[in-house]
């Protein structure tokens, strides 16, 4: 089983940058597409970004493109969501996810991940 561990939340000002991690200390991480996923209250879960596990292919959702990138370190079983230029709307609680590559890639449905991060919370002001 894959257990997932994120980092790197906080507060932040409009305009400034956060870096968050998503380990796993498993030795099989490369086997598996990765996905970041965001909720607010009262909101349900939405895609952020997502990387596939051959090729390195990114996807990113229409609102943080150009601001968010997701790098990964399989030497380190570790992806990131990096991200920049935080906007007012962007506070969240944000999730890393797991894809075991069973099937095809559907990136932008959290039903498609078999693992769960605990979340970690984003908070932007103004």
């Known amino acids: 089983q894959v257990q997932l561990v994120e980092s790197g939340g906080g507060l932040v000002q409009a305009g400034g940058s956060l870096r968050l991690s998503c380990a796993n200390s498993?030795?099989?991480?490369?086997?598996?597409?990765m996905g970041w996923f965001r909720q607010a209250p009262g909101k349900e879960r939405e895609f952020v970004a997502a990387?596939?596990?051959?090729?390195?292919?990114?996807f990113y959702e229409d609102s943080v493109k150009g601001r968010f990138t997701i790098p990964r370190d399989n030497a380190k079983n570790t992806v990131y969501l990096q991200m920049n230029s935080l906007k007012p709307e962007d506070p969240a609680v944000y999730y890393c996810?797991?894809?075991?590559?069973?099937?095809?890639?559907?990136?932008?449905?959290?039903?498609?991940?078999?693992?769960w991060g605990q979340g970690t919370q984003v908070t932007v002001s103004t």
């Open positions: 996810a797991a894809d075991r590559g069973d099937g095809a890639y559907v990136y932008k449905s959290p039903a498609e991940y078999d693992y």
């Open positions: 498993g030795r099989t991480f490369s086997n598996y597409a």
């Open positions: 990387i596939r596990r051959n090729d390195g292919v990114t």
